[in-house]
């Protein structure tokens, strides 16, 4: 699948040296296009990353659950870190008010996820299973906001 940011790319350089899309018309089609296909693909990795925290959920349940768990923290930090990447970007290209304090916001669910996640595995650590589902919580009010808050993109369920 061809990225957002790589149909971004604008094509030409006009005379002046700016780069420009081929044609007026077709700049603006394409920026619907761009926007659409970051849209899309923002709708996936929210989903993806819903499924994760599902999955981690699951596994407290599991033979292995503090394993599982890590494993699950691990690549749910790693989503969303895409997912924030993304939107960050849509938001900047879009020239969002907002887009700074959102990437903030996003910067900080992170820290909190990679904190978590670096504090349960050091030798010494005393995090139990509930904390490291707990670790999620900040991310999932964010994420359930932006969805409540109609931001545009269609629920995960």
């Given at each position: 699948?061809?990225?957002a940011m790589e149909l971004a790319e604008p094509r030409t350089a006009s005379r002046s040296g700016v780069l420009e899309f081929e044609s007026?018309?077709?700049?603006?089609?394409?920026?619907?296009?761009i926007d659409s296909i970051a849209r899309n693909e923002i709708?996936?990795?929210?989903?993806?990353?819903?499924?994760?925290v599902r999955?981690?959920?699951q596994a407290v349940d599991g033979p292995r659950?503090?394993?599982?768990a890590l494993r699950l923290l691990a690549r749910i930090g790693e989503a969303a870190e895409a997912?924030?990447?993304l939107e960050d970007a849509r938001l900047v290209a879009r020239r969002d008010p907002?887009?700074?304090?959102?990437?903030?916001?996003?910067?900080?669910?992170?820290?909190d996820l990679f904190s978590a996640l670096e504090s349960a595995t050091r030798p010494d650590t005393h995090a139990s299973l509930v904390d490291l589902v707990h670790a999620t919580d900040a991310m999932l009010v964010h994420e359930f906001s932006e969805?409540?808050?109609g931001d545009g993109l269609e629920s995960p369920y």
């Open positions: 699948m061809i990225s007026p018309g077709l700049a603006a089609d394409r920026g619907a296009s709708v996936e990795r929210r989903r993806y990353l819903l499924r994760l999955d981690l959920h659950p503090r394993r599982e997912l924030y990447r907002c887009a700074g304090e959102h990437a903030l916001q996003h910067r900080a669910i992170l820290a969805l409540q808050a």
